[in-house]
């Protein structure tokens, strides 16, 4: 699909994008995410011990582990959620979660779900 876009310099730019719409994206490949953005060795635990696959996933982790007021920055944290990120595998929620946060960081304002549309008394265009 991407090489017929690129044949045909067709390009997805979106006027608008609400949140909601914004974090139905998917997390790997991102339209928003600049180059260097994603780490094959960083990423695949996020992938595959968090199952991560849309931009609300990587939201969620993020603010799962800096929402309590007891998780410690640290790979043996105790805080409920880290004790289940590393039942299902993960050997460092804390590295995770702020892998999941850069990416979320890196997205461009257009794509992130971190930023809300600009207001400017126009209809959907």
């Known amino acids: 699909l991407l090489k017929i876009a690129r044949r045909y310099n067709v390009s997805f730019t979106p006027i608008k994008l609400s949140v909601n719409l914004k974090k139905q994206m998917l997390a790997w490949f991102h339209l928003g995410a600049p180059p260097k953005t994603y780490h094959k060795s ?58 999941a946060k850069r990416i979320l960081d890196n997205l461009s304002p257009l794509f992130n779900p971190n930023t809300s549309p600009t207001k400017d008394n126009l209809l959907r265009t």
């Open 42 to 99: 960083k990423d695949k635990c996020l992938q595959i011990n968090h199952r991560i696959e849309s931009v609300k996933d990587l939201k969620e982790i993020t603010n799962k582990l800096t929402s309590t007021n007891i998780h410690q920055t640290a790979a043996s944290c105790t805080c409920t959620e880290c004790v289940e990120n590393r039942l299902a595998g993960c050997k460092n929620p804390d590295k995770c979660a702020r892998v």
